[in-house]
């Protein structure tokens, strides 16, 4: 499946959905935005969050993707309805956290959720945790401040607060493992998270099953991208039609090396003409 894909993320955590979206559509060009210069999205209101969005789809839209991909739970949460009523003939697709497939998973029926707050109270993750209460208990857990510090992590090299803040957040949900009344599926309710996955892996052990939704929202995109080859990418703005002809092109409102050296560090087999560029992106309200 070819075509041209527009992703963002209030930062660097996209890219844990960018990385098997490349898996599942390799044929694919994709334009990631992370909204760096704004991030985290998590902490903040809901007026912030929705116009930000519109700001990157505005501008992914001047490049003619021909699917847009919401790889934040956040913004999803916040954006998804609004963006699509705006924007009805582009298939969208948002991420939100996977707490089915952590309930096909979990044995001991005791699923820990982490999130960020702004996830955690919206109406939609309110009505996802409803619909599926009887069939598990879910313990969810705020972790304000974690996305923040790995997107800052990059930089810096310095992990200490991610496995502090790990620490400080597991040990608030309770009992982890595999015991009946333990937690023994975590979901990872935020893109950053899994590049937090090492400290809470030494954390909880080996037994805990971290799970996050990268796989199920690339499938997702390939089903929405094969019922949209009426929208072709062929009329893309001159100045932007070299981004568009590339493989993957990964634009920042903030840092572009911190978002170069984020995707060289987690990207497997980047291709060598990744453009990365600076982006200005005004708030569109
Ligand atoms: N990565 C985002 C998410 O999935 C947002 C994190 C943040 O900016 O607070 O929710």
């Keep these: 499946m070819t075509g041209l894909v527009g992703v963002f993320d209030s930062g660097i955590g996209g890219l844990s959905i960018l990385q098997a979206l490349r898996a599942e559509l390799p044929q694919s060009r994709f334009i990631y ?18 116009a930000r969005s519109r ?43 996977a707490l089915k497939p952590a309930l096909a ?43 923040e510090r790995i ?23 309770g009992s982890f493992g595999i015991k009946s009344g333990q937690i023994d599926t975590l979901v990872l309710g935020c893109t950053h998270y899994p590049f937090a996955t090492a400290p809470l892996r030494e954390l909880l052990g080996p037994q805990v099953q971290l799970v996050s939704n990268g796989p199920a929202v690339a499938r997702q995109t390939r089903l929405k991208l094969a019922q949209n080859t009426s929208l072709a990418a062929s009329h893309a703005l001159d100045d932007l039609a070299a981004e568009a002809a590339t493989p993957l092109t990964l634009l920042s409102t903030g840092e572009p090396q911190l978002l170069q050296a984020a995707a060289q560090r987690w990207l497997p087999r980047l291709p060598t003409e990744t453009v990365y560029r600076a982006t200005r992106l005004a708030t569109s309200t």
């Design 33 to 50: 935005i992370a909204d760096s210069g704004h991030a985290p999205y998590g902490e903040r209101t809901d007026a912030y969050v929705m």
């Design 151 to 173: 997107e800052r992590s990059v930089g810096s090299n310095d992990t200490a607060d991610i496995k502090a803040l790990c620490a400080q957040y597991t040990q608030e949900m």
């Design 55 to 97: 700001a990157i789809m505005a501008e992914l839209l001047k490049r003619q993707v021909q699917a847009l991909v919401i790889a934040c739970n956040t913004a999803t949460a916040v954006a998804i309805e609004q963006l699509r009523a705006d924007c009805p003939e582009l298939p969208i697709i948002g991420v939100e956290p």
């Design 105 to 147: 998973l979990s044995q001991t029926r005791r699923i820990g959720v982490m999130a960020t707050r702004s996830t955690l109270a919206s109406a939609k993750f309110k009505a996802l945790l409803t619909a599926l209460a009887s069939q598990a208990e879910f313990v969810v857990q705020a972790c304000d401040g974690l996305a």
